[in-house]
C-alpha cells in the first residue's frame, strides 16, 4: 500500500467514526462546560472551566480545563487524560503533553491526535526531526531526538503509516551530538557515546520520505563519501532545505486556533484591477485638476492630448475635485460613442449641493445635502460610482436621502432616514447592497433591477428590522436583530450558487460565527446540512456558547 493511499485509508476511518458518534459540541451550563450531541442530549457532564475545540485538528477534537489542568476528548472520549499543565501541538498529529512541578521543571509525554502514548516513558527533552517527502508538508515529522528521566539519549523514528511503529536507530546511550554542518543535505551526522568514559563514535544517518535510515559505515562507504563536505545549498548560510532542518534548533511548534474566551471554539487610476482592454478609436477622457480656483482640463484619447485651463462656469462657493473609484462607462455596450471620466466635481452654491461629471461643464440639478459614497467594506464589488444625496422635507422639515449615479439618475428614491452601501456578503458577485433606513427599521436593497422593472429594484432584505450590521470580526455575514432577538444574513453555497438567506432561527444573543460543514458546497444540499454550527456572544463580546442552526441552544445560563 502507497503512501498517499495509507493517508486516504486513516481519513476514511476517522469519518467513519465521526459518522458514528454524530456531531459533538461544546456544552455549558452556568460556568461549567461539558459535551452534547447535536440534540443538546449532555454526553460529559460540565465539569470543566473550559473546553476549546481546536481547528486544524478534526470537528471532534476539544481540549478540557480544569485548574491549571488540560487534557483532550476526541468526542465524548478523554483520550488524553486532565493532568497535564501544557499541550503543545507539533506538525499535523502529534502533541507533545508536558507536566510542570512546583520549580516548573518540564517532563514531555509523546502522544498523537488519538490519543495514543507513542514513546513509552516520560522524557526530559525532545527535538523533532523532519521529513523530506516533498509531496507533503514540510513541517512532517518523522522522528525524535529524545532524552529520558534518567538522562539515557535516543534517536527514534516513528512511522505514522505503520500503525505508529517505533524504531530505535540509537537507543539508551550516554550522549549523542548531531551535526548536520559537514555534511550535504541527503546526509546527518550523530557522534554517540556508549557511556561516560566511552570513545566517540561517528554515526551516519539519512532521512528518506518519513524514515530515518542508519548507515552502514563500511557498506555505505561511498554515499557517505559523496555526501560528506560542503552542503549543496546555492547560499552557504541558507540552511532551511537540508534533510533534518531543525536538527540543530527547537521543534516548531504550532499555536492551537481557538477562540480566546472561555469554552471558545474557532487606486488612483481608473483602470479595472489588471484588466486591459483596447481603447476604442475616439473614446475620450476628461481629467480635472484645481489649479488657483480655475480647472484644469486634460482631454485625452489615442489619438491626442488636449490641456486647457478654464473658468468653471457655474457661479460657486465652493470647488472639489474628487477621484473616482473606478472607470465610469455608459450604461451601453462598449463603443466608440462611449466616454470615461477619471474623476468629477461637487460645488457648494449657498446650502445647496451640485455634482458635475461631464465636460463641457453643464448646470447639475442641486441638493441639500450631497456626498460621494464609500463603502463599508475594504472591497467594492461594484465598479460604479454613487452619491447620497438629501432633499429637506418641506412638510416636516426633516432630510430625505436617495442615491443618484454620476449621470444623476436617481437609483434610490428620496425617501429614507439613512443610507449605507457596501453590504454584498457573496464572494465573487459585482453587485452593491444598501442598507436603508425608514421609519427607524433597516432592510437591504440591491442596485441590481427586479426583473424587467426600470425602477423596482431587488429587495435583499425588508425593511423590518431594528439593526443589520456587520461583525468586525467576520464581514463574511450580516447581524440582524428584531427586538431582542438576534439571527444573521448569510451566504451559503449549493446547486452551483449562491443562496442568500436569512438563518431560520433567532438567538437570544448575537451571532459571532457560522462554521460551515465540511462538503457544505455539494449539489442540492439544504441550508440546515450546510452548517454545523453558530458561536454566540453578548453585546460586551463575551462568547456565550454553542447553537444549532435550527435553534437548538448548547448551553444554560
Known amino acids: 500500500m502507497t503512501l498517499q493511499n495509507k493517508i486516504l485509508v486513516l481519513s476514511f476511518f476517522f469519518t467513519l467514526t465521526t459518522l458514528a458518534q454524530g456531531k459533538i459540541f461544546p456544552y455549558r451550563e452556568g460556568s461549567s462546560w461539558g459535551l452534547c450531541d447535536e440534540n443538546a442530549k449532555v454526553l460529559v457532564a460540565p465539569k470543566y472551566e473550559a473546553i476549546k475545540n481546536i481547528s486544524g485538528k478534526s470537528y471532534d477534537f476539544f481540549e478540557a480545563v480544569l485548574g491549571k489542568n488540560v487534557g483532550v476528548y476526541l468526542g465524548s472520549k478523554n483520550i488524553i487524560p486532565i ?17 510542570k512541578d512546583s520549580l516548573k521543571k518540564e517532563t ?34 518523522i522522528g525524535f531526538y529524545i532524552r529520558n528521566l534518567e538522562g539515557k539519549e535516543s534517536l527514534v523514528n516513528i512511522d505514522h503509516y505503520n500503525n505508529n511503529k517505533l524504531i530505535y536507530i540509537i537507543k539508551d546511550v550516554f550522549s549523542i551530538e548531531l551535526d548536520n554542518k559537514k555534511s550535504k543535505e541527503e546526509l546527518a551526522i550523530a557522534y554517540v557515546k556508549q557511556t561516560a568514559t566511552s570513545a566517540v563514535e561517528t554515526k551516519y544517518f539519512r532521512v528518506d520520505g518519513s524514515q530515518i535510515i542508519l548507515l552502514d559505515e563500511k557498506k555505505d562507504s561511498q554515499y557517505i563519501l559523496d555526501n560528506s563536505g560542503k552542503k549543496k545549498n546555492r547560499y552557504d548560510d541558507y540552511d532551511t532545505s537540508i534533510v533534518v532542518p531543525n536538527i540543530d534548533s527547537e521543534m516548531a511548534v504550532e499555536e492551537p486556533r481557538a477562540f480566546s474566551k472561555t469554552g471558545s471554539g474557532s487606486g488612483d487610476g481608473p483602470g479595472r484591477g489588471n484588466t486591459t482592454r483596447k481603447t476604442p478609436k475616439g473614446t475620450s477622457y476628461y481629467k480635472y485638476v484645481l489649479k488657483e480656483n480655475q480647472i484644469e482640463v486634460e482631454v ?22 474628487f477621484k473616482s473609484k473606478g472607470l465610469i462607462v455608459d450604461e451601453k ?9 477619471f474623476n468629477y466635481i461637487i460645488y457648494q452654491k449657498k446650502n445647496k449641493y451640485g455634482l458635475v461629471y461631464q465636460f463641457p461643464f453643464q448646470k447639475s440639478m442641486e441638493y441639500d445635502f450631497l456626498e460621494p459614497m464609500k463603502s463599508e467594506k475594504k472591497f467594492n464589488y461594484s465598479l460604479k460610482n454613487y452619491f447620497k444625496v438629501g432633499i429637506i422635507d418641506k412638510k416636516t422639515k426633516t432630510m430625505k436621502y436617495g442615491v443618484i449615479d454620476t449621470k444623476h439618475n436617481v437609483v434610490l428614491p428620496f425617501e429614507y432616514e439613512e443610507i449605507k452601501v457596501g453590504y454584498t456578503i457573496t464572494p465573487m458577485v459585482k453587485e452593491q447592497v444598501f442598507l436603508v ?20 429594484k431587488e429587495i435583499k432584505l425588508p425593511i423590518e428590522f431594528d439593526s443589520i450590521e456587520f461583525n468586525s470580526e467576520n464581514q463574511s455575514f450580516l447581524r440582524v436583530k428584531k427586538g431582542n432577538q438576534h439571527s444573521a444574513y448569510i451566504s451559503y453555497y449549493s446547486n452551483s450558487d449562491y443562496v442568500l438567506t436569512l438563518l431560520p432561527s433567532y438567538y437570544p444573543y448575537l451571532v459571532k460565527e457560522i462554521r460551515y460543514a465540511i462538503g457544505s458546497g455539494k449539489k442540492g444540499i439544504s441550508l440546515l446540512e450546510s452548517i454545523d454550527y453558530v458561536a454566540l456572544e453578548d453585546e460586551k463580546g463575551n462568547f456565550k456558547g454553542y447553537a444549532n442552526p435550527n435553534g437548538i441552544l448548547y448551553f444554560k445560563d
Open 437 to 456: 433606513k425608514k421609519n427607524n427599521l433597516y432592510g437591504l436593497i440591491s442596485e441590481k433591477l427586479l426583473g424587467t422593472n426600470a425602477d423596482a
Open 300 to 321: 485625452s484619447n489615442n489619438v491626442k492630448k488636449n490641456v486647457k485651463l478654464i473658468k468653471f462656469p457655474i457661479k460657486a462657493d465652493k470647488i472639489e475635485i
Open 108 to 141: 514531555h509525554y509523546l502522544y498523537n491526535t488519538y490519543g495514543e502514548f507513542l514513546i513509552d516513558q516520560p522524557l526530559s527533552f525532545l527535538k523533532g526531526i523532519k521529513g523530506n517527502d516533498k509531496r507533503y508538508d514540510n513541517s512532517f515529522i
Open 333 to 341: 455596450s462598449f463603443s466608440d460613442s462611449t466616454q470615461s471620466y
Open 83 to 99: 493532568e497535564f499543565q501544557d499541550l503543545r501541538y507539533i506538525s499535523h498529529n502529534l502533541i507533545v503533553a508536558v507536566k
